[in-house]
Structures are given as structure tokens and as C-alpha cells.
């Protein structure tokens, strides 16, 4: 599918102002008027919904959100991991660096407190990465939607939606593990072979409900006021070999993306494991720091596809002429 022409639109955010189209994506410029209002025959926004781009064009939109907000998420990231290595070397400092001559049995009955307080960073470490995930989210959902807003205002929104996107989460998990239970109590008594036709006969509707949570963290972000888990299941109705076969193209380019990063930090961990001095010391703390950043990066790859489907399904298209064509 063919993107319009750069141009002025009208905007998608407010209807009675044009916004420039790049013929890419939206830019900030704006200026009063609409077009459809003027009656011109370009037309403007039109409200489409159930019509997805091609994989192509997924691809190509994907990206394209990510490189618009793509400071905003490096500095989400870079912020929560700092916060979850502070706070764990805080921890490896106060507490470990006191039982390094006795064995685990002996720390844990003995160091109580230090326990305590591991839970609770644990606690604050999944705060902090849901929290990001959340911010991402919001500032792909915005790149896509044309909204302008700061990553510290998009990191204050995660902080905002964080309880509704978990309980929703846990409202959408439920089933998956009602089957999986189910699954097991049947099967406990069964032989392997049918054992296999009901892990078979599970597979299939849980991989169905797994990619209707895909879509949770979106339709939270959007805040419409309606079902998060029951929006996502309605986008994905329908539909759900079209969107499985963009995320399985998606998760291929992911993999890619994956193994040569992966060799990348294992040449500069193996380097930095040949220096045991303060230098290879340095350097594996670097490492990890990277590695804690990019593992918060790598969810914007995850979602910028959602985030694209999603706009693509529940509307925002340019008309131009007697041609439409999805915009970012």
C-alpha cells in the first residue's frame, strides 16, 4: 500500500487544523484550517477501520515510529536501567559484600533483612521495566497518532497507566492459565501419545489468546475507557492470520537483529574477560549497563508493529482524491 504524497492533511489529532505530511510521516508544522471543512478536493482524515497495510508497509511504518521517538525510548531506557543498577549495586554493597566467606543456607538464615530487601528491589526493578514498557508504548502510539509529548511525559504516563495495564493483565493471563491447568489435570493420567493430541488441542487456542495480549499495552495507552483485554480481542477477530503472519515476518527481522547483537556483546564481554584488572572490570560493568539498556530497546521493536496495526485498524487514513491511503 502506497503512502499519499507530502502534502498538507488535515490533522489527526485536531480536525480543524492541516498538519504537513512528508509523505513519510507527520512533522510538527502546522497551520488553521481544514481541508474538508474548506471542501477541498483533496479531502482529509477519513476514519477507516479493518484495513491493515501490507507486510511491507508494516515493516516500513514500524521502523519509521521507532526512528521518530527513537531519543525519547533510548532515554526511557537508559534512565530505568541506570535506576535498576543503582539500586541492585546499592544491595550487592550493603548486603552480599558481607557474605562472600559463608554459603547461601547460612546467609539467608542469618540475613533476613538483606532478603527483605532483595524482594523489595525486585519488586522496584518490575515497577521500573513495566513502567518503561508503558512509556515506550505511549511514545510509539504518539510518533503513529502525531501527538507531540515529551519522553519524560510519556515515562510520568507509563507510571500512570502501570496499575490499569496490570490489572487488565492479569484479567487477560487468567484464561491462558484456567486452559493450561485444565490441560495438566487431564492429561496427568494419559498416555503420551494422548497426552500430546490434548497439549496439541491446548496450543492452539492459547496461541490465539497470546497474540490478543499483544495488543493490551496499546489499548491501554489509548485510554478509551473500554475493556483493554476485550478492544484487543475484538482487533484481533477476524483477523488473527493476517496480524500472526506480520508478526511472524516481524519476528524474523527481530531474530536477525538479535543474534547479531548477541555477537557483538560477546566479542567485547570475551575481550573484557581476557583483563581481569580494573579496566576489564570497567568494561564488564559497561557491558551490562549496554546490554540492561538495549533489553529495554529491544520492547520497542516488540511493539512498534502492534502500535502500527493497531492505528491501522482502528482508523486515521488520508484521502487523497478518489484514492485513500494509510498515513503513519
Known amino acids: 500500500m502506497s503512502l499519499p504524497p507530502a502534502g498538507w492533511y488535515d490533522d489527526p489529532i485536531d480536525p480543524t487544523m492541516q498538519r504537513w505530511w512528508d509523505g513519510d510521516a507527520w512533522t510538527e508544522h502546522r497551520r488553521s484550517g481544514s481541508l474538508g471543512a474548506a471542501g477541498s478536493t483533496g479531502g482529509g482524515v477519513a476514519a477507516r477501520r479493518g484495513d491493515m497495510r501490507d507486510v511491507g508497509d508494516m515493516v516500513s511504518h514500524a521502523f519509521s515510529l521507532i526512528r521518530l521517538r527513537l531519543g525519547g525510548i533510548i532515554g526511557v531506557g537508559v534512565v530505568a ?66 501527538r507531540s509529548r515529551s519522553w519524560g511525559a510519556a515515562f510520568a504516563n507509563g507510571f500512570r497507566r502501570l496499575f490499569p495495564y496490570l490489572g487488565w493483565a492479569i484479567v487477560g493471563g487468567l484464561p491462558m492459565f484456567g486452559v493450561l491447568l485444565l490441560a495438566a489435570a487431564v492429561g496427568s493420567g494419559l498416555e503420551n501419545d494422548a497426552f500430546g493430541l490434548i497439549f496439541l488441542l491446548v496450543f492452539i487456542p492459547l496461541m490465539y489468546w497470546s497474540l490478543v495480549l499483544y495488543f493490551v499495552p496499546v489499548m491501554v495507552i489509548r485510554e478509551t475507557g473500554e475493556n483493554a483485554v476485550m478492544a484487543s480481542f475484538q482487533l484481533v477477530k477476524g483477523r488473527w492470520w493476517r496480524i500472526f503472519g506480520r508478526m511472524l515476518a516481524w519476528g524474523l527481522i527481530m531474530i536477525g537483529i538479535g543474534i547479531g547483537v548477541g555477537i557483538m556483546f560477546s566479542i567485547v564481554a570475551a575481550a573484557a574477560a581476557n583483563d581481569g584488572g580494573p579496566l576489564g572490570v570497567a568494561v564488564a560493568v559497561l557491558v551490562a549497563a549496554i546490554g540492561l539498556t538495549a533489553f529495554f530497546l529491544s520492547y520497542a521493536l516488540q511493539i512498534a508493529p502492534i502500535v502500527s496495526i493497531t492505528y491501522d485498524l482502528v482508523g486515521g487514513s488520508v484521502r487523497a482524491g478518489d484514492q485513500t491511503a494509510d498515513v503513519a
Open 81 to 146: 536501567a541506570s535506576a535498576i543498577a543503582v539500586a541492585y549495586g546499592v544491595f550487592i554493597v550493603a548486603a552480599f559484600g558481607m557474605a562472600f566467606e559463608v554459603n547461601a543456607g547460612e546467609f539467608i538464615e542469618s540475613n533476613t533483612d538483606a532478603i527483605v530487601l532483595l524482594i523489595f528491589l525486585f519488586a522496584v526493578a518490575g515497577v521500573l521495566a513495566v513502567a518503561s514498557f508503558l512509556a515506550t508504548t505511549t511514545m510509539l502510539w504518539d510518533a503513529a497518532t502525531g
